[in-house]
């Protein structure tokens, strides 16, 4: 199996989305056609295809790189990296936007 589709498939029958189906039918969801169906029509697949983009673009690529001290393109450790740094950068930009809003910022 394409590791795009294995990634994705993660996705889908995660707890994330798990827990947001659940909430959805008010009720836990353990059906993975199901758990599909809410993915897809929630907007996940076209979420994931963005995020897959940029994980798998140069700057992302470049980033990886750097990163690990070797030309990485490998698309399990780019995906992997984007997914741990993206996220560590939203959750740094909204810290450095509420530190602003509260009078004082962390940017450099």
């Not at 059906?31 to 992302?60: C, H, I, Q, W």
């Not at 939203?90 to 962390?106: A, C, K, L, V, Y």
Request: include cysteine; charged fraction near 25%; charge should be negative.
């Amino acid at each position: 199996m394409h590791c795009r589709v294995r990634m994705q498939l993660a996705e889908v029958l995660g707890p994330l989305n798990r827990w947001y189906c659940s909430q959805a039918y008010c009720q836990d969801v353990d059906d993975e056609d199901l758990l599909l169906t809410y993915y897809v029509k929630s907007g996940g697949a076209a979420d994931f295809a963005d995020r897959y983009d940029e994980a798998m673009d140069p700057l992302n690529r470049w980033y990886c790189s750097q990163f690990y001290r070797r030309d990485v393109r490998e698309p399990e450790v780019l995906w992997e990296y984007y997914s741990h740094h993206a996220a560590l950068s939203r959750r740094g930009s909204h810290h450095q936007t509420t530190s602003e809003q509260d009078g004082w910022s962390i940017a450099g």
